[in-house]
């Protein structure tokens, strides 16, 4: 059966922001299904475009309650795209950019929605406890990005490999908060990885994870 690949906006994006990506999928990707649903509310801080929870007030403290008052419509989202498609979470990657990242990686952490998730720019708030050992998971983040830090993949990279996860970081010079060149062609690299097409790389790996400095 076919990958399922669900592209995850950003805050205050629409499912047009994961154009790009879902170009690439399309062109390379014969055998994968592409669906970007929007975020399940309307953005408050502006007058267009969705979120999953908001951002207006956010803190380190009232962040995680936040996410987690998200999941269930994030899941309920994910799991009727599923149902559209006939895949389960074996065929199914998450690939998602900034809170889409965010709510990707929450949903994954201890139930078993996918196989794969592909976090962009993403973060884990907080670091997780546990994780879903089926569920392997692709790190990009860009080291000048200024919205949200690399630090918080490279300290999620740290606490899932503790964990047990398949988990491979891959952070990228010079790349912004932004899903253009060089960010996006890194997260092509994680989604065809997922799709067992990956490009050739000489990382430097320990077990199942890996780590990818350039």
Known sequence: MP?????????????????????????????????????????????????????????????????????????????????????????????????????ALAACESRFLARRVVAIAGRCAPLPQAWEQRTRVHLVHGRADGTVPVQHSERAFERLAALGADVRLDVVPRAVHRLAPPLLDRAWDAVCAGLQAAPQRTPTQTGNNTKLVS
């Open 3 to 103: 990958t399922l690949i669900v592209l995850l906006h950003g805050v205050g994006q629409t499912p047009a922001d994961m154009a790009p990506l879902a170009a690439m999928i399309a062109a390379h990707g014969p055998r994968a299904a592409v669906a970007a649903p929007p975020a399940a509310w309307p953005y408050d801080l502006g007058p267009a475009g969705h979120q999953w929870f908001s951002v207006d007030g956010i803190t380190e403290e009232n962040r995680p309650d936040r996410i987690r008052a998200a999941l269930p419509a994030f899941v309920a989202t994910v799991e009727a795209l599923q149902r559209a498609h006939g895949a389960g979470p074996e065929e199914t990657m998450l690939a998602g950019f900034s809170q889409g990242a965010i709510m």
